[in-house]
């Protein structure tokens, strides 16, 4: 539970026709309960981000590249009630195979270095779970637990996922996929794995897909509805 009161400025600028960078600053104000804990935390949030994308077209790309790295932190020394260093590496890539099919590729990798985990509050600690992390798991579920079982979060987190799609007739597709990852202590990844398949509709808008998951471990032998809409860079 946390509520989270923020503001902030950024400052974005292209560098050339693929890479754009962001330069930001938060003001954040967490007040949390975690793990049977109550706790409060003002940051002073600096951060820069890179985002690289090349893609043939942006709705429905047959080939494309994304990369994005943000580097974020802070210091007591600053204000801030704790002191973190952390930095997230996500990469994306689309592959058409053939006329009627593509590959699409994704991968995650968060790291910190703190003072003290106890003092981040859930808004900069890394969950796993969800339509954009591990489909067959609900959303920030998957994580390192405190003593009762209850998920806390992690320093350091590791997703991936690959999918394939097949085209069944106009504009709809059908595809398979396999996600895994988990948020984590030291280097203790520990995965959590889903699998499924899904139904896609290229609107104009980019596409609409739902997805019925299945968890391979980690969890009770539900299936879980995805919807996701939007661009697959």
Given at each position: ?233
């Amino acid at each position: 539970k946390s509520d989270t009161a923020r503001v902030g400025v950024r400052r974005s600028k292209s560098l050339n026709a693929d890479w754009m960078r962001t330069l930001a600053f938060d003001l954040t104000y967490d007040r949390f309960d975690i793990g049977g804990e109550s706790r409060s935390t003002l940051l002073a949030l600096p951060a820069v981000l890179y985002d690289f994308k090349q893609a043939d077209r942006e709705v429905f790309p047959t080939r494309g590249r994304r990369l994005s790295l943000e580097l974020r932190g802070t210091s007591e020394f600053i204000g801030s009630d704790t002191t973190f260093l952390q930095t997230i590496v996500s990469g994306r890539i689309v592959r058409a195979l053939g006329n009627h099919s593509r590959l699409l590729a994704r991968a995650t990798l968060g790291v910190t270095a703190k003072s003290e985990f106890d003092d981040l509050p859930p808004s900069v600690r890394f969950f796993a779970g969800g339509d954009e992390s591990v489909r067959g798991f609900g959303f920030k579920t998957l994580g390192p637990t405190d003593e009762f079982g209850d998920v806390i979060g992690g320093s350091n987190l590791l997703v991936a996922s690959i999918e394939y799609e097949h085209r069944l007739r106009g504009n709809f597709y059908w595809a398979a996929f396999v996600d895994a990852g988990n948020a984590f202590e030291q280097f203790d990844v520990d995965p959590a794995v889903g699998a499924g398949l899904g139904l896609k509709w290229v609107s104009p808008l980019g596409p609409l897909r739902f997805y019925l998951a299945h968890p391979l471990n980690k969890s009770d032998d539900n299936l879980r509805v995805h919807i996701r809409l939007g661009s697959d860079l």
